[in-house]
């Protein structure tokens, strides 16, 4: 272990990342009807049972007063602009369609920003194709010559769409500030696993940080790490779950890398199924970093920790 002045080189400042999320919604009953109705190119709303609110999309419960839907009504699919906001994406308004309560949040097409005023009449626009979602409606135009519709009473109603496939997506910006960027920036380029030693307690921190975490005093010199340690505990992984990288059975483990006072949390490869299962991972057993042909700047440069000289 050697000690080392900060590189001069600048450190890695952020990293683009991504949460995705895939799930599945359940519609409820009148939403349900709502989005399998759009198919048929039909907009159903619920009327409250004690304020009688009409709204759109129909929904089992009132949302002003709490109170069970009445009855589901069919709702034209014209009305009138009350509010836009010009987005990336295009125009989003709320539309109080003829006969609702409630205004409904949806896209503005076919028309430029300049020519919407308040109280515009508009129309439903639909896909060619529907997919049994809100984008059955593709937008609201503005039409003049709309006439202001009525509530209708619904028949024979098509079977609510259950489930949805759904999936909700943040992509962010992550900072890494100084002293974890400099340590990405030298596993990226250098290969190199860098930590920071406290000057109180000697302890040497990974990753590195300002402040020691145990006597709170700024932290000072900053040393390179081997890409040995030992395992201080592990689990075996049986489960699939979505956004795995590795196939089960595989080994997890708390890793304390040679001459560090900290934990690094990482996998341990390089094993068949049957070694996976068999313990011959457990805490005291010596690994070493297999490095991947990845540079991305980040721990998952290293591909796994690899057991050896016969410890497990």
């Given amino acids: 272990m050697t000690n080392n002045a900060t590189s001069t080189r600048e450190s890695m400042g952020s990293m683009t990342s991504k949460l995705s999320m895939p799930y599945t919604l359940t519609a409820g009953k009148a939403m349900g009807t709502f989005l399998a109705e759009l198919g048929a190119q039909r907009i159903i709303g619920s009327r409250c049972a004690a304020c009688a609110t009409v709204r759109v999309p129909a929904q089992d419960f009132c949302g002003d007063c709490g109170a069970e839907t009445a009855e589901l009504v069919a709702v034209p699919s014209t009305g009138e602009l009350t509010g836009w906001t010009v987005t990336e994406r295009g125009i989003l308004a709320f539309v109080l369609l003829d006969g609702t309560d409630v205004p409904l949040l949806h ?3 076919d028309t ?3 020519s ?3 109280g ?4 439903a626009r639909w896909a060619a194709e529907p997919a049994g979602n809100v984008m059955d409606i ?3 135009a503005i039409d003049a010559a709309s006439t202001v519709g009525v509530l209708a009473p619904t028949n024979e109603l098509l079977a609510p769409i259950e489930q949805l496939a759904y999936r909700m997506e943040l992509t962010y910006e992550h900072s890494y500030g100084h002293f974890y960027g400099s340590l990405f920036d030298s596993v990226k380029n250098d290969r190199r696993i860098r930590g920071i030693r406290c000057p109180s307690c000697r302890n040497v921190l990974l990753p590195p940080r300002g402040f020691c975490d145990v006597c709170f005093v700024p932290t000072k010199d900053w040393i390179d790490i081997p890409d040995t340690g030992t395992v201080q505990a592990c689990s075996v992984v049986h489960i699939e779950f979505v956004g795995q990288r590795m196939t089960p059975p595989y080994v997890y483990a708390e890793i304390v ?4 006072a900290t934990r690094l949390i990482h996998s341990v490869g390089g094993l068949s199924a049957e070694e996976a299962r068999s313990g011959i991972v457990k805490p005291g057993s010596r690994v070493k970093a297999v490095w991947s042909d990845r540079a991305t700047g980040s721990l998952a440069d290293i591909e796994y920790f690899q057991v050896i000289d016969g410890s497990a």
């Fill in 107 to 109: 896209r503005i097409v």
């Fill in 112 to 114: 430029d920003v300049s």
């Fill in 116 to 118: 919407l005023v308040l």
């Fill in 120 to 123: 515009a009449r508009v129309s």
């Fill in 138 to 140: 593709t937008g609201f």
């Fill in 257 to 260: 890398l040679d001459g560090t």
